[in-house]
């Protein structure tokens, strides 16, 4: 009888802890929730220390893991108006919430600039791995500046000051390759960026077979920054042992 009621205990505790787990997964937790609240407080005072900011509401968004969070600034015009204008935050992780989409940076967005910018830059840095990597099929920059951050009519420099340098994103052709020749572009490229020198955020590389010019397949990826000392463990392999195009 005593074991009996010793596994009803245990049953009832595990069904009890199912169900908290369903719950946090659905709905997250109190506790999370006003922490994340006050990690966005102390983000938006931080960031945006001359804007009247107020956090009206944190929904939990159970399918994507995250608070999207609703704030609202109050624009006092010349004639002493106020105006309310809304915006969202998006901050994930729960023991050290981060916010990853703040939507009055993404607002202020120079993409005009950026635009021209990235399709310098991918031109430029284009022309000179070409000269050296022969599995090289495209390269794409990016970058992320603000209004007013540089001039306008900025053109691409390497020697260009930025708060958030360069991203580049990178297509090699791999029909034939191994992970070791992929290993050996990645690092010849990391090479050429660094002796000629570039300062970049990051670098995205994915390594494919192509049909005629169209991507077909997806063999190899990886990523790196400057100071990252590439291994073969770094290369990731993908499709392995699909068919690939004769």
């Known amino acids: ?46 960031t945006y220390p001359n804007k009247e900011l107020r956090i009206d509401e944190a929904i939990y968004l159970a399918n994507r893991k995250v608070y999207s969070m609703k704030v609202t600034e109050i624009i006092t015009t010349s004639s002493k108006e106020r105006i309310p204008k809304k915006h969202e935050f998006i901050l994930r992780g729960t023991f050290k919430p981060t916010v990853i989409i703040d ?21 430029e840095i284009q022309s000179l791995l070409s000269k050296h990597v022969t599995s090289l099929d495209h390269v794409s920059a990016g970058f992320e500046i603000q209004k007013g951050e540089i001039p306008p009519d900025t053109r691409w420099s390497k020697d260009l000051k930025l708060k958030h340098p360069v991203s580049l994103f990178i297509v090699l052709n ?46 190899y990826s990886t990523s790196f920054k400057r100071d990252t000392e590439l291994k073969l463990r770094d290369i990731e392999e993908h499709n392995k042992g699909k068919g690939l195009p004769k």
């Not at 939507?103 to 031109?123: C, F, H, P, Q, V």
């Not at 690092?187 to 590389?205: C, D, W």
């Open 1 to 46: 009888m005593k074991k009996k009621k010793t596994g009803y205990i245990l049953l009832l505790i595990l069904l009890i802890g199912v169900v908290l787990f369903v719950y946090h997964e659905l709905n997250s937790n109190p506790l999370s929730k006003y922490y994340t609240t006050k990690v966005l407080e102390n983000y938006l005072k931080e």
């Open 103 to 123: 939507s009055i940076y993404m607002a202020n967005l120079d993409r005009d600039l950026m635009t021209k910018l990235e399709k310098e830059a991918g031109k």
């Open 174 to 219: 791999s029909k034939g390759a191994s992970k070791e020749d992929v290993l050996k572009d990645a690092k010849e490229i990391q090479s050429i960026l660094n002796k000629n020198g570039y300062t970049y955020r990051s670098v995205g590389i994915n390594s494919s077979v192509f049909q005629g010019e169209e991507v077909h397949e997806l063999t």
